[in-house]
T-cell receptor, first 112, second 110 residues
Framework: EAAVTQSPRSKVAVTGGKVTLSCHQTNNHDYMYWYRQDTGHGLRLIHYSYVADSTEKGDIPDGYKASRPSQENFSLILELASLSQTAVYFC???????????FGPGTRLLVL | GDQVEQSPSALSLHEGTGSALRCNFT?????VQWFQQNSRGSLINLFY???GTKENGRLKSTFNSKESYSTLHIRDAQLEDSGTYFC????????????FGAGTKLTIKP
């Protein structure tokens, strides 16, 4: 069974502050993804990566950076957090691009 | 515009009954995934289909790329089936990204 973990599980941040969300997977998956979910909506792709030291923009990358220092780790960085970035953030991994995605438990971010 | 349209947006079933959820696509899709988001917010993958039909217990899913739709059938619904069900699809001309539908909130009543 795929194992994707996220930290922290919840966070309160101040507007203008820096936030880093971390994701770790132990499945030897090449692909990793960051999504956000707003209340009552589906997930939207922010950034993804298919190899270490490289990231790609998803559908809503503005205001976010991503870092993939190793195959196992993928971080999402909010350099200047804004109120509109309050959401639940999910990380996912897959063996290849066209394959089942396995999701982490999510990080609930509240920006005040 | 939206590529993945899910219906219905909400559905209520009594235990032991069944129904179908549907996703329509506005562009040709290569594959579809179905997920359940449970009451704790966790996303559980149910199916990945590139074509045809798959079945797992009380769940069955079909993907018809030519006619641009996918369905998820639930039979003999149980209380633990409550949650929000999402489909997510990969466009055939896409670049390994998937697009989620808005979800169907399913409530199972005793």
């Amino acid at each position: 069974e795929a194992a994707v973990t996220q930290s922290p599980r919840s966070k309160v941040a101040v507007t203008g502050g820096k936030v880093t969300l971390s994701c770790h997977q132990t499945n030897n998956h090449d692909y990793m993804y960051w999504y956000r979910q707003d209340t009552g909506h589906g997930l939207r792709l922010i950034h993804y990566s298919y190899v270490a030291d490289s990231t790609e923009k998803g559908d809503i990358p503005d205001g976010y950076k991503a870092s993939r220092p190793s195959q196992e780790n993928f971080s999402l960085i909010l350099e200047l957090a804004s109120l509109s970035q309050t959401a639940v953030y999910f990380c996912a991994s897959s063996y290849r691009g066209q394959d089942t995605q396995y999701f982490g438990p999510g990080t609930r971010l509240l920006v005040l | 515009g939206d590529q993945v349209e899910q219906s219905p947006s909400a559905l209520s079933l009594h235990e032991g009954t069944g129904s179908a959820l549907r996703c329509n696509f506005t562009t040709t899709m290569r594959a579809v995934q179905w997920f359940q988001q449970n009451s704790r917010g966790s996303l559980i993958n149910l199916f990945y289909l590139a074509s045809g039909t798959k079945e797992n217990g009380r769940l069955k899913s079909t993907f018809n790329s030519k006619e641009s739709y996918s369905t998820l059938h639930i039979r003999d619904a149980q209380l633990e089936d409550s949650g929000t069900y999402f489909c997510a699809a990969e466009a055939i001309y896409g670049n390994e990204k998937i697009t989620f539908g808005a979800g169907t909130k399913l409530t199972i009543k005793p």
